[in-house]
């Protein structure tokens, strides 16, 4: 079971991002998916979260109207699409369903 994030970097306040993650080893289209978040020196926190037909999607009021997770069951693939970025949305930005993966770097500067 693996799950592996990609498309991070550094982005400008105001700017937009796309995270992807691919899912191994379990039968993905089971299963809701996950973005999370941990600033430096914080706790993690939740970002959004997707069913496993992609009919339904919830977010905290922190991202909501400027985060979209979407996922492809035919790729086996989620996606995190972050729009008017903030300073404090730096932080690591993981996928998860029943494990996390090894997380990538958002940094908003």
């Known amino acids: 079971v693996q799950l592996v994030e990609s498309g991070g970097g550094l982005v400008q306040p105001g700017g937009s991002l796309r995270l992807s993650c691919t899912a191994s080893?379990?039968?993905?289209?089971?299963?809701?998916m996950t973005w999370v978040r941990q600033p430096p020196g914080k706790e993690p926190e939740w970002v959004g979260s997707?069913?496993?037909?992609?009919?339904?999607?919830k977010y905290p009021a922190s991202v909501k109207d400027r985060f979209t997770v979407s996922r492809d069951n035919a790729d086996n693939a989620v996606y995190l699409q972050m729009n008017s970025l903030k300073p404090e949305d730096t932080a690591v930005y993981y996928c998860?369903?029943?494990?996390w993966g090894q997380g990538t770097q958002v940094t908003v500067s």
């Open positions: 997707i069913s496993p037909d992609g009919s339904n999607s």
């Open positions: 998860a369903t029943a494990i």
């Open positions: 080893g379990f039968t993905f289209n089971n299963y809701w």
